[in-house]
């Protein structure tokens, strides 16, 4: 029966293709019309009203009545909202909000989501995805075994309102065909307790058929270690042989890669990068072999782009997909069906290609150290230890890094806080050869390196076992979409890290 079930999903991903590739095809006829749709549907609410959206003709006039904005210009629409008011952002009714881990302030943020963008924008992006995962693996059979997805938790604000990570809102609107194909049961995915749940799913996932996994690198890899401390297994594919798909996205894959590819020890295991942000789904990488990922235009999210250059917004130059390039990286403003208009969301892209349009997630506005004007982004951090890690075969499990400021006209520099499976053996070394690394990758870096004329030697502190998942649980933000934040201008993270975890060591790079 599984497999006739299967058979019939297959044929129908078949014809799901052919009107994918029509969309595609025509992706910025297709932004047009949601743009129109965003703006008629919404003229008499409280904040169309505000910005005379009935007089909002085309993009030129939508640009003139509303401002970008940032999550602290429109939250006091969203407060009202979940004081229950309608008609404030949007004329559907919100009753859910999610709860984005806010990794730039450090702030939880609450998206409004209709039920209408969730059929129509998440779920819907989720079965373009598994479309593309049928068209590239013809041994695909998500609907003959089970998927597991890493969801978060939703809780209740009174009057009928729900919060929570916007995975745990998928999870808890997941179509009636889907579920039996789902696991862990849906309570268990959506418990509040993360180590509770972490121990439940173990026990339970371990015993299925698992053909995909999907979740944030660093709560899955919590996940995988339990199951194998409760299996006994050597490895993952031990626990589950079949898995052929995994979908990643909240952070850069690559430093976690190594540690991925040695718990699963198979070459027949595809992974892919997702853009499901609290926001909206914005992208899936359609092709598992080539960087990007397809921009998922016809879903209900209108775009526009900032050019990003030299660590400043350049907002006089926004565009949208018509004036985008190449190569290029923008901050990304959205505007939705659910009551975001010309929202910056805080995220940085990189215009992989335009026809079709595809991006790859570099960077966070304001996650960027450039205290000295090295202008150092997360994306070259994530990469250049990924790299050294590679070299020095050591696995890193997080990191974060800050300034170390100038004193007594002496010079700044940085300092890591990494937390490895295994240290390596000569740690000077290590910081010698992850300042090379990102000389190699940041031409300001390295001009700030040069003769250390603005930046010293760099520092690393290698942490204990568990003192990122310690630092977490202090703060609140164990579990979920919650990270740790790479990269700050202050030394706010390395303090608390550091009262947390006084024995790690410290050493320098050598010259």
Request: proline share 3%.
């Amino acid at each position: 029966m599984k497999k006739i079930s299967d058979w019939v999903m297959r044929q129908y991903f078949k014809r799901r293709k052919r009107r994918l590739d029509y969309c595609v095809s025509r992706q910025d006829e297709l932004q047009g019309r949601i743009l129109h749709k965003i703006i008629s549907n919404n003229r008499n609410t409280a904040f169309g009203k505000a910005h005379s959206f009935k007089r909002i003709m085309d993009t030129t006039s939508f640009k003139h009545s509303v401002p970008i904005r940032s999550y602290e210009d429109i939250f006091p629409f969203i407060q009202r909202m979940m004081q229950g008011e309608q008609n404030v952002l949007c004329r559907n009714s919100v009753k859910w909000f999610a709860k984005s881990s806010g990794t730039s302030t450090g702030k939880s943020k609450f998206i409004p989501v209709t039920k209408e963008y969730l059929q129509k924008g998440h779920l819907e992006c989720a079965w373009d995805a598994a479309c593309y995962i049928y068209h590239e693996d013809q041994h695909a059979a998500l609907f003959s075994d089970k998927s597991l997805i890493m969801g978060g938790s939703i809780q209740s604000i009174g009057k009928g309102i729900y919060t929570g990570d916007i995975s745990g809102i998928i999870i808890k609107h997941f179509p009636a065909v889907g579920r039996h194909f789902y696991t862990p049961d849906f309570g268990t995915a959506l418990l509040k307790d993360w180590d509770q749940k972490i121990n439940n799913m173990a026990s339970i996932t371990a015993k299925e058929n698992v053909v995909l996994a999907a979740g944030v690198p660093t709560w899955l890899l919590v996940l995988f270690r339990k199951i194998l401390e409760q299996s006994g297994a050597e490895n993952m594919s031990q626990v589950w042989p079949n898995l052929r798909s995994f979908l990643h996205g909240g952070v850069n894959f690559e430093p976690y890669r190594t540690q991925f590819e040695g718990l699963f020890p198979s070459t027949k295991i595809r992974y892919r990068e997702v853009y499901n942000a609290s926001e909206g789904y914005f992208g899936f990488q359609a092709d598992s072999q080539r960087e990007g990922m397809l921009l998922m235009c016809h879903h209900g999210v209108y775009y526009e782009f900032v050019p990003w250059v030299n660590g400043e917004a350049l907002y006089e130059d926004i565009c949208d997909l018509k004036g985008i390039q190449k190569n290029q990286e923008y901050a990304l403003v959205i505007s939705n069906i659910s009551g975001l208009y010309r929202y910056l969301i805080g995220d940085i892209v990189r215009i992989v290609d335009t026809h079709p349009v595809k991006i790859k997630v570099c960077g966070r506005v304001g996650a960027m150290i450039n205290v000295f004007g090295e202008e150092l982004s997360s994306e070259n951090t994530d990469r250049g230890l990924a790299i050294c890690c590679a070299k020095h075969d050591v696995v890193p499990v997080d990191y974060t890094l800050a300034p170390v400021f100038m004193e007594n006209l002496g010079r700044g520099g940085h300092e890591w806080y990494i937390e490895f499976e295994h240290p390596p053996e000569d740690q000077k070394l290590f910081a010698r050869d992850l300042d090379n690394i990102l000389r190699e990758l940041n031409s300001d870096y390295d001009a700030k390196r040069s003769h250390s004329l603005a930046l010293d030697n760099l520092i690393i502190k290698a942490l204990k076992p568990g003192s990122f998942e310690k630092w977490m649980r202090k703060k609140g933000k164990y579990g979920g979409q919650n990270k740790v934040p790479r990269l700050r201008n202050d030394r706010k993270i390395l303090e608390e890290l550091y009262a947390l975890d006084e024995s790690g060591t410290s050493t320098n790079e050598a010259n």
